[in-house]
């Protein structure tokens, strides 16, 4: 797991959004997210977040434009990114995210 | 055309055209224009944010065939290689994302309007719409291929990122759009950071002929003064939304 962590917006009051890419396509060309765990990554991260009782959106999207780096994940507002994830490095992402909502809310 | 072509007495060195490039885009980035940062804050109009889809629509649609026309132009293997990456990666899903991203830019249109794909594709699109689109056909077709490419490399898609990060974290937090429905926005903000980089580092290479960097810089004020008028237009929100 890679990750490209950036700095929540000083009046950020929302609700952060989790958003995996789950794209599914021919990798004749370039790899894509959802041939190597896209949907179990997401599928993880609800059932974490749910778990924990956290007020974070997960969604999923077709492509983030990282198709090398996969699979991805985005977190807004901040815009940080998480590369090259599998199932096993869901657990780090929300303790990581509860961290930061911790700290913002604060 | 507003821009005026200078005439260079000299080729400037490459840090003084660099920062001459800059200098120009300084104030005119996609993001200095009020509608980015109305969408951001929540207070744009429903029928504005719609008007911009269909228009941003009608602006992607054409990318594919400038991309293909400087293509086929360019005689530099290496260049057009690239050329060519950018092109499967615009026009089709094989290279990144699940679209070409005119698709991206329609699915965005009619899910936020309601409106129907025939009906964005025969929106009536504005004169200073059809004149950025005339713009960007007559710069693959006539200008050397190295400007061609930095003028919509350097020009617009080294501020884009910036722009989309900004609609896109507006849409989200105000209008309850999900991600998925706008990817269109969402694929450029970290995938064409490298976009930028691409393109300076090609220009400032290549473009080294008094003659060539006047008219890199023309163009670079050119499309600005197009894409200025693209996002006053629209603000204008000239839609009905069937939504």
Request: proline content about 5%; overall charge negative; charged content about 30%.
């Amino acid at each position: 797991m890679k990750a490209v962590l950036r700095p929540w917006p000083a009046d950020f009051k929302g609700r952060p959004t989790v958003t995996v890419c789950i794209n599914d396509r021919d990798e004749r060309f370039a790899p894509c997210c959802g041939r190597h765990g896209g949907p179990e990554i997401a599928a993880a991260l609800r059932a974490a977040v749910t778990q924990r009782a956290l007020d974070i959106d997960v969604q999923t999207i077709m492509c983030l434009g990282l198709c090398a780096k996969g699979p991805n994940l985005r977190i807004a507002p901040s815009g940080s990114l998480y590369h090259a994830l599998t199932v096993d490095d869901v657990p780090h992402v929300v303790d990581a995210l509860a961290a930061d909502l911790n700290a913002v809310k604060v | 055309m507003v821009a005026v072509l200078e005439k260079l007495p000299q080729a400037m060195p490459r840090e003084a055209f660099l920062q001459e490039m800059l200098r120009r885009i300084e104030g005119k980035r996609h993001s200095d224009y009020p509608m980015v940062n109305l969408i951001r804050a929540g207070k744009a109009t429903r029928e504005q944010i719609g008007y911009l889809g269909v228009l941003f629509y009608h602006f992607t649609k054409v990318t594919p065939q400038v991309l293909s026309m400087i293509h086929s132009r360019c005689d530099d293997r290496k260049v057009r290689r690239r050329i060519m990456d950018t092109l499967i990666d615009e026009d089709t899903e094989l290279r990144c994302g699940s679209k070409g991203h005119d698709e991206l830019a329609l699915d965005f249109a009619t899910r936020f309007t309601g409106l129907s794909e025939d009906e964005v594709e025969n929106f009536p699109v504005p004169q200073s719409i059809r004149d950025m689109v005339a713009y960007r056909f007559k710069v693959a077709r006539e200008m050397p291929v190295t400007v061609a490419l930095g003028n919509s490399g350097i020009a617009s898609e080294s501020h884009a990122p910036q722009m989309c990060r900004l609609i896109s974290d507006g849409l989200r937090e105000h209008y309850g759009v999900k991600d998925e429905d706008q990817e269109s926005w969402i694929v450029h903000i970290d995938g064409d950071e490298d976009h930028s980089e691409t393109a300076f580092k090609v220009v400032l290479d290549k473009v080294t002929s008094p003659e060539d960097q006047a008219k890199m810089l023309w163009c670079i004020d050119e499309y600005l003064f197009h894409w200025g008028n693209f996002w006053k237009e629209t603000q204008k929100g000239q839609i009905t939304l069937k939504k």
